[in-house]
């Protein structure tokens, strides 16, 4: 740790910095390796991990398929920390290299859909679902989803790295972003005071978006005792709206596909069907 | 500065930390004062700064009329310095305090936009227009957006304010979101190695989000000497669409609306009309 520290003129590679993900952080793009991507026999195929970008799209095509939509899909685990995003098949998917992705067989060719958001839109799209029709709502759904996309990096990528993942506690910026990840929970708090969703009646992909990420931190369970330190159960109205998601089905099961870590009665490391499901106990699933 | 620091059990606000944008960076969110948002003459209005989350709107709407779409617009300088996004109508606007928030009177009641990703969607489809009616482009428009949005935090919040803003230099910081910022640059180009925009052919609303903020790191003038620190020039197809894109009229006037700094004949800090820009001279744009 220097504080005097003075960057050198052009920045270079050093392997051995970077903490607890060194392995998986690198400055440059592209495959490190060959191997093609599995697919199954639903139209879309999921390559995720249960992280809050992974979960926005299990709890959406779970909650798309409990309103009787035909949306069977496939989830495979993709490994971050082995490497998994960096096989030859993932990042053709996404060139990003970053979970989930999606892949649209119903399409010919299959269609490459990546970025959280972005499957979002194109899963409530595609089947009519959960992006309201009435402008005014719709619009607000957008503002919304977007917010989540823009501010959640504060949040994953600078609060809960330096809070608990960081090889060193960097007071400058741990106050950083946990001031701005304080910010951004009133700033749903505010919104929540009058609003039951975050489009105002209807749940939509906002609300899918911004639950796995803001609702925990309310809750608990995530960055050891973030909730804690960022006093979460003050926010109350976020608190409210992040236990009405909770108790949906939809959500309960989407939230522990591609999961592989926790209790084990609550991962299901891939979904191919919805019997897989059955493997959990409705009795854990529920409390 | 402390690399032993152990974080207090609960975090509170000291008002006295936060470097350069102490005066603007809060844990609260809504507004701060009493002050209504100036209505001007034409549906659309924007209330921004010439950030590159603002130049995307901006060049979008220069685009819009290039093309021969009727997207006049008052653009309205929100001095974000002076706490302007903390008054009760932008909050209004935007509740997360962020430029640029854009109004569309041409909705009763008006209706508000925010999130430059959101508002650059909902130009688009409003005039159906840089975003391609092709299901293949247009989700790879998409998906670009998006990454943009979730991409460039790290960029900005991140490399950009630990390697020139932040009021000590902290190494690990300035590492971690330099090797990001690398990242990005390379996953865009070997995209635009063999594309000539992000989305194929057609040039769309995912430049725009992107261009401003990555463009720059590859010409200079931003973070200091950053694209030097990170050899920016070196990402050669990054450079090849960065130059192409600055030659476009509607770009070259699209920057300078909202802006407040650098050399005074290519600031407008209002834009109400067309020959708004006349006061710029055409010398002086086009180089």
Redesign the interface.
């Known amino acids: 740790?220097?504080?005097?520290?003075?960057?050198?003129?052009?920045?270079t590679?050093?392997k051995g910095?970077?903490g607890e993900f060194a392995s998986i952080?690198?400055?440059?793009?592209?495959p490190t390796h060959d191997k093609p991507l599995p697919v199954g026999k639903h139209p879309l195929q999921l390559y995720s991990l249960a992280t809050p970008n992974g979960q926005k799209v299990t709890i959406m095509l779970e909650e798309l398929l409990e309103a009787g939509h035909d949306a069977e899909y496939d989830a495979w685990l993709i490994r971050i920390g082995d490497g998994d995003q960096f096989g030859s098949g993932f990042v053709e998917a996404n060139?990003?290299s970053k979970i989930p992705a999606m892949m649209d067989h119903s399409?010919s060719p299959p269609?490459?859909?990546?970025?959280?958001?972005?499957i979002l839109?194109?899963l409530a799209e595609k089947f009519g679902a959960f992006l309201p029709r009435d402008?005014?709502a719709r619009?607000?759904t957008?503002?919304w989803?977007?917010?989540q996309?823009?501010?959640?990096?504060?949040v994953g990528?600078?609060f809960g790295?330096f809070?608990a993942y960081?090889?060193?506690?960097?007071?400058?910026?741990?106050?950083?972003y946990?001031?701005?990840t304080?910010?951004?929970l009133?700033?749903l708090?505010?919104?929540l005071a009058t609003n039951r969703f975050m489009a105002g009646d209807d749940y939509s992909i906002a609300d899918m978006a911004i639950w796995p990420w803001y609702g925990r931190l309310t809750t608990g369970g995530v960055y050891n005792?973030a909730d804690?330190?960022?006093?979460g159960a003050s926010y109350d109205h976020v608190l409210r709206w992040t236990r009405e998601i909770a108790a949906r089905p939809a959500v309960k099961r989407g939230i522990i596909v591609n999961k592989t870590s926790g209790d084990p009665a609550r991962q299901l490391w891939e979904r191919h069907d919805a019997s897989d499901f059955a493997l959990r106990t409705q009795d854990k699933l529920s409390d």
Chains 1, 2 share one sequence.
Not at 1 to 11: C, G, L, S, T
Not at 169 to 176: F, M
Not at 228 to 231: A, E, K, S
């Open positions: 740790m220097n504080d005097d520290y003075i960057p050198p003129k052009v920045w590679w050093d910095s970077g952080n690198r400055p440059v793009a592209g060139p990003n399409a269609r490459r859909v990546f970025e959280s958001g972005a839109l194109y402008p005014v619009t607000e957008l503002n989803l977007f917010w996309m823009g501010s959640a990096p504060f990528g600078g790295h809070y960081a090889p060193v506690k960097i007071e400058y910026a741990i106050d950083r946990a001031m701005e304080k910010r951004q009133d700033v708090n505010r919104h005792d804690v330190f960022l006093d």
